[in-house]
Each structure stands twice: as C-alpha cells, then as structure tokens.
C-alpha cells in the first residue's frame, strides 16, 4: 500500500542540469530554433491512451504484450529530455524550460514503470493510477513552455 502511495520522482532535475545561455533575442530565437528541432525529431507517433486501452481490454484481463507498444514511446521520451538538457537555455526561460523537463520526465517513470507489470505488479499500478495527473502537468508545462516562448519572441 505504501509503495502505491509514492509518487515522489525518481531523478529531478534542477538549474544545475541545465546549459544557460544569452537571454538576448539572438539568445531566444536559437532556444526557439532547437526546441523546433527537437519536437520535429521526437514527435510521437503513437497514442499512450490507445496503448492503455488495448493492455486493459475489457478490464477482467489484461494483455501484456500490448506494454511492448511503450518501448518506442519510452525511447523518445529518453531522447527528447537528453536533447532538452543540452540546449542553451535563456534564463528568463530556465524555470518554465526545467518544469516542462520534469514534467516530461514524472510521464516517462511512470511509463517505464507500467512496463513493470509482470514483475512489480504494485509499482505499475501506482503509475497507471499517477499517469492522467502527469500527463495533464505535462501537457500544462507544454503550453506554458510555449505561451512564454512567444511572449519572449514577440518582444
């Protein structure tokens, strides 16, 4: 029961993580242009809710098979956070840019964690039942990260 209660992350990330860079306009269209270039290489291309559907079927069985879906989806998220570590990063962005990473990160334990079933049945079901708060932090951290970036851009 205790273990299906923790929901602390396993690695967060902090400032110290990051590579900062000018928080000039120079600075902020280069930020721009690779964050493009990262979402352009690691965009997904399959649907995690689909994935749970599927490994859920009717609720009296699940097929675990269907968990293999979540290698390619796990890769990306490993190479999208490890590409967004390595970016300049302009301070004035550095907050929203580090929350969108742990963000991200937060969906991909639970997605390597759901992968578990077989083997630690409690910590998969911890993580499908921490996943639709995890997603909704990531995708808010993703409309942040982009509301601000425009407003950066725009002055």
Do not use: C, W
Not at 146 to 153: H, I, N, P, Y
């Amino acid at each position: 029961t205790e273990r299906i209660q923790q929901s602390t992350p396993e690695k967060v990330y902090t400032f110290a993580d990051l590579k900062m860079s000018a928080d000039s306009g120079v600075g902020i269209k280069n930020y721009s242009d690779a964050l493009n270039n990262i979402f352009r290489e690691y965009s997904l291309q399959y649907s995690i809710v689909e994935i749970f559907e599927r490994f859920l079927g009717d609720g009296n069985t699940v097929d675990v098979a269907v968990l293999a879906d979540l290698d390619p989806i796990i890769k990306q998220f490993d190479g999208k956070i490890a590409a967004l570590l390595k970016i300049g990063v302009p301070k004035s962005l550095a907050t929203t840019h580090l929350n969108f990473i742990n963000a991200m990160q937060r969906v991909l334990e639970n997605l390597k964690a759901i992968k578990l079933y077989e083997t630690d049945t409690i910590a998969a079901l911890s993580a499908i039942t921490q996943y639709p708060e995890n997603s909704a932090g990531l995708e808010a951290a993703s409309i942040n990260l982009a509301t601000m970036l425009s407003e950066k851009l725009e002055n």
